[in-house]
């Protein structure tokens, strides 16, 4: 603890430590960090992509997260967050898509876990949700990484 005087009394200051990287930090509901994904850089740009291959209704998360990293540039929870925190700037015309950030891994019980942001019309906002990657991801899903061409 560090002081400050004002007017002649000495008052305390509290020192914040910040405990983990995530806003929504699931090692408080007792999750696993297996991988925590980029940090953001100042000037990210990103983009959404599908990851199904002609044909394909839906996929398992597993097939999902590997072609995402196939396509390369993927982006994790860091990302979702902030983009949480800017929605004002997400376009409208990705509110029918569930946007998938498959780079922070979080572990729970045996289940490998990611996230993802999705509209909500009954909140009229964007959400922050985690989801299984042994679940299926529907044509309704894009990965979201970074645009390196702009």
Request: aromatic share 10%; hydrophobic share 40%.
């Amino acid at each position: 603890m560090e002081n400050a005087v004002l007017d002649n009394a000495v008052l305390p200051t509290i020192r914040l430590y910040w405990k983990s990287p995530f806003r929504f930090d699931k090692e408080a509901d007792g999750w696993k960090l297996r991988k925590k994904g980029p940090d953001i850089d100042r000037g990210d740009i990103l983009r959404f992509d599908p990851f199904l291959e002609e044909g394909e209704l839906q996929v398992l998360g597993n097939i999902m997260t590997e072609r995402a990293r196939k396509l390369g540039d993927t982006v994790g929870q860091h990302h979702a967050e902030r983009l949480l925190e800017q929605q004002i700037n997400i376009p409208d015309e990705l509110r029918p898509y569930i946007l998938v950030f498959v780079d922070t891994v979080w572990e729970h019980g045996d289940k490998q876990i990611i996230s993802y942001l999705s509209w909500s019309s009954e909140l009229m906002g964007w959400t922050l949700n985690f989801a299984c990657v042994e679940s299926e991801f529907f044509n309704n899903c894009l990965v979201s990484r970074l645009d390196r061409q702009n």
